[in-house]
C-alpha cells in the first residue's frame, strides 16, 4: 500500500517562501488524502496493489474502469506531491550547474530565459494544475493532478504545484508572487539527479 514520504527537512525549513502551515496543511493534509483515497480505490483490484505508483500511472488505459480515474486523480497526486517536496530544499534556489545549465543555456538562451518562460506557463495554468521540465528541456503543462507519464511521456526534471492549495495561505490569489518565491528554494541538486544518462 502507498505511503505519505517523509520529508527531508521540517515544515517550517523553507521559511519566508513557503510557511509552516501552507507545508504542514499540503503535506499532512492534501498529500494524505491522496494517498487514503488511492489505496480505498485499490483495495477493488487486489493485483493492483504491489504496483508501484510510477507503472500505475504509465499504464492507465491498461487499468480496469473500476479504479482509472481514482489512479490518474489521486495516484497523480501522490505521485506528483512525492516528486514536489524533494523539488524543494531550505538549501535551494540560485543556479544550476552541469548538464542542467548546458541544457537550459542551449534551449533557451540562458537560465533567466527560461525561468520567465516556465514562470509564464504556470502563471498561465487556467485553474489548478502542474507545470513541468521534461529531460529533452520541453516545458509543458498538465491539468488537475495529471502527470506526464499518463501522457507517455518520460519522468520530469521539475515540477511545480499551481493548485490553490498550495500558496493561498500565504500568497492568496497572487499565483506570480508564489512562483517568484518558489525559485528560491528549487533543490537543483534534486533535479541534475533525475536527467538520464546521455541527456
Do not use: C
Not at 483495495?43 to 490518474?72: G, H, M, Y
Amino acid at each position: 500500500m502507498h505511503t505519505l514520504p517523509e520529508l527531508s527537512y521540517g515544515y517550517g525549513d523553507l521559511g519566508k517562501y513557503i510557511s509552516k502551515e501552507i507545508m504542514t496543511l499540503h503535506h499532512s493534509k492534501h498529500h494524505q488524502s491522496y494517498i487514503d483515497k488511492l489505496n480505498k480505490a485499490l483495495e477493488e483490484s487486489p493485483d493492483l496493489k504491489d504496483r508501484t505508483i510510477e507503472s500505475l500511472l504509465s499504464d492507465l488505459d491498461e487499468l480496469p474502469a473500476a479504479v482509472r480515474t481514482a489512479v490518474r486523480n489521486h495516484g497523480g497526486g501522490h505521485y506528483n506531491h512525492s516528486l514536489f517536496w524533494q523539488w524543494m530544499s531550505p538549501e535551494g534556489g540560485g543556479e544550476p550547474t552541469g548538464r542542467i545549465a548546458e541544457g537550459l543555456q542551449a534551449r533557451y538562451g540562458s537560465f533567466q530565459a527560461f525561468v520567465d518562460e516556465f514562470s509564464a506557463k504556470a502563471t498561465g495554468v487556467f485553474g489548478s494544475g502542474w507545470v513541468w521540465l521534461q529531460p529533452n528541456f520541453d516545458i509543458i503543462t498538465t491539468p488537475n493532478q495529471d502527470t506526464p507519464l499518463i501522457m507517455g511521456q518520460p519522468e520530469p526534471l521539475l515540477g511545480l504545484d499551481v493548485w490553490e492549495h498550495a500558496y493561498y495561505l500565504d500568497y492568496k490569489n497572487k499565483r506570480d508572487d508564489y512562483i517568484q518565491a518558489w525559485w528560491n528554494v528549487v533543490n537543483w541538486s534534486f533535479v541534475a539527479s533525475r536527467l538520464p544518462d546521455g541527456e
